[in-house]
C-alpha cells in the first residue's frame, strides 16, 4: 500500500510562488512517473505536471509551461510541484499521483493508481 501527502499549498497574491511536496511512504516510488493534478470548484480534474521515475523527463501542461517546475528526489520519496508567477486561475485543490507502470509519466488521470488527498492553493488577485 502505498501512501502519498501533499503538503505546501496555502494563500498567496497573484504573481508569488509556492512549493509543493508529495511524500511517500514508500520507497518503491523510485521506480514510478510521479503526476501533479488539479482540480478548481466545478471543474474536472486537470493534468498539471508529470515526472519519469528517474527525474530526467518531464511533462507539462500548456498552463503552467514556463512557470511550474516539478522535480523529485528519490533518496527522500517526495515529489516537488514549484510554482512561480501565480495566477488567480491557478487555484485549487492540487494531487500528487503515482503512476500505475514502472517508469515512465503519462498524461491521463486513468493512469495513476495511489492518490494524496490533497492541498490547497489559493491565488489572490
Known amino acids: 500500500q502505498v501512501q502519498l501527502v501533499e503538503s505546501g499549498g496555502g494563500l498567496v497574491q497573484a504573481g508569488g510562488s509556492l512549493r509543493l511536496s508529495c511524500a511517500a511512504s514508500?520507497?518503491?516510488?523510485?521506480?514510478?512517473?510521479m503526476g501533479w493534478f488539479r482540480q478548481a470548484p466545478g471543474k474536472e480534474r486537470e493534468f498539471v505536471a508529470a515526472i519519469n521515475w528517474s527525474g530526467g523527463s518531464t511533462y507539462y501542461a500548456d498552463s503552467v509551461k514556463g512557470r511550474f517546475t516539478i522535480s523529485r528526489d528519490n533518496a527522500k520519496n517526495t515529489v516537488y510541484l514549484q510554482m512561480s508567477s501565480l495566477k488567480p486561475e491557478d487555484t485549487a485543490v492540487y494531487y500528487c499521483?503515482?503512476?500505475?507502470?514502472?517508469?515512465?509519466?503519462?498524461?491521463?488521470?486513468?493512469?495513476?493508481?495511489?492518490w494524496g488527498p490533497g492541498t490547497q492553493v489559493t491565488v489572490s488577485s
Open positions: 514508500v520507497r518503491t516510488i523510485s521506480n514510478y512517473g
Open positions: 499521483a503515482k503512476r500505475k507502470i514502472y517508469g515512465s509519466y503519462a498524461i491521463g488521470a486513468d493512469e495513476y493508481d495511489y
